[in-house]
Antibody
Framework: QVQLIQSGAEVKKPGASVKVSCKIPGYTLTELSIHWVRQAPGKGLEWMAGFDPGDGKTFHAQMLQGRVTLSVDTTSDTVYMELSSLTSEDTAVYYC???????????WGQGTLVTVS | QSVLTQPPSVSAAPGQRISISCSGRGSNIGKNPVSWYQQFPGTAPKLLIYDSDKRPSGIPDRFSGSKSATSATLGITGLQTGDEADYSCATWDSTLNVMVFGGGTKLTVL
């Protein structure tokens, strides 16, 4: 099973950006389908964006279009999610998750709390 | 407002069976397989069901999934107090080209 290790909690001011990392040792990152899912306090899961290695495309939730950027650093086995123009509504736990070959998010990071205040 | 509709809560006594519904539309559940997740407070979700009706290794056969037209259902038999958690469904929406989740259902085992 893929192991995903996320960076620690962040506190940001409104209007700032946050970059959350997800370290995935032992894999060729460009061959993995890694997605980002967030959960606001007391709310349900919300998919943000994901990478499809089959065609090399990145997909984004429409309401986050233009504010979320996914990137990969193969030298450090790390994927990143950067979210810009933060507001209080972006306060949430952010998860990276692996979409398995058979379907479903079969591995998850431990979550990163981002507080915008 | 989530694209997929789930009841906010369900409850039952230990040993009983429950079903949690997940209602969508033709562009999502109607075209793509559904996955289900179990989440305890303060922890990451865990995959329970993939490809609408298949269990990953290690998931007890008390958990089952099914899909029909634009709806999916998670079933849990022999309820245990340890099953108290939030359960969410998810699938791909082929029109929007996004992954969509249900709003989640809180299971209480009385």
């Amino acid at each position: 099973q893929v192991q995903l290790i996320q960076s620690g909690a962040e506190v940001k001011k409104p209007g700032a950006s946050v970059k959350v990392s997800c370290k995935i040792p032992g894999y060729t990152l460009t061959e993995l389908s890694i997605h980002w899912v967030r959960q606001a306090p007391g709310k349900g899961l919300e998919w943000m964006a994901g990478f499809d290695p089959g065609d090399g495309k990145t997909f984004h939730a429409q309401m986050l279009q233009g504010r979320v950027t996914l990137s990969v650093d193969t030298t450090s086995d790390t994927v990143y999610m950067e979210l810009s123009s933060l507001t209080s509504e972006d306060t949430a736990v952010y998860y990276c998750a692996h979409w398995g070959a058979l379907g479903g998010f079969d591995s998850w990071g431990q979550g990163t709390l981002v507080t915008v205040s | 407002q989530s694209v997929l509709t789930q009841p906010p809560s369900v409850s039952a006594a230990p040993g009983q069976r429950i079903s949690i519904s997940c209602s969508g539309r033709g562009s999502n559940i109607g075209k793509n397989p559904v996955s289900w997740y179990q989440q305890f407070p303060g922890t990451a979700p865990k995959l329970l069901i993939y490809d609408s009706d298949k269990r990953p290794s290690g998931i007890p056969d008390r958990f089952s999934g099914s899909k029909s037209a634009t709806s999916a259902t998670l079933g849990i038999t022999g309820l245990q107090t340890g099953d108290e958690a939030d359960y969410s469904c998810a699938t791909w929406d082929s029109t929007l080209n996004v992954m969509v989740f249900g709003g989640g259902t809180k299971l209480t085992v009385l």
